[in-house]
Nanobody
Framework: QVQLVESGGGLVQAGGSLRLSCAAS????????MGWYRQTPGKPRELVAD???????MYAGFVKGRFTISRDNPGNTVSLQMNTLQPEDTAVYYC?????????????WGQGTQVTVSS
């Protein structure tokens, strides 16, 4: 069973930065895609950024160059560096891992970490 533990959330002023980290219980070489999602009350969870097992990143349009996702396979950690944070970035941020078991895809989620951006 893959477990993900997020850290790095907190309270930051608009324009500030946070670095989120997600530690996996397995090597990232065993996972296909790692990603960060976020969710606010009353809204569906949305993708922030993800990165494939060959290191190809993808970002949501609202990122606008402010965030950088990195994956240290064959290590165990994926990170999201968030700069120029704005109040609308306030959300619970979740780490996500997509892998395969016996050829069947699966998703694993972390517990989430709160990011609050004050104006």
């Amino acid at each position: 069973q893959v477990q993900l533990v997020e850290s790095g959330g907190g309270l930051v002023q608009a324009g500030g930065s946070l670095r989120l980290s997600c530690a996996a219980s397995v090597s990232l070489t065993s996972l296909d895609v790692m990603g960060w999602y976020r969710q606010t009350p009353g809204k569906p969870r949305e993708l922030v950024a993800d990165i494939t097992n060959v290191g190809r990143p993808m970002y949501a349009g609202f990122v606008k160059g402010r965030f950088t996702i990195s994956r240290d396979n064959p290590g165990n950690t994926v990170s999201l560096q968030m700069n120029t944070l704005q109040p609308e970035d306030t959300a619970v941020y979740y780490c996500n891992a997509r892998g395969r078991r016996m050829g069947v895809p699966y998703d694993v989620w972390g517990q989430g970490t709160q990011v609050t951006v004050s104006s």
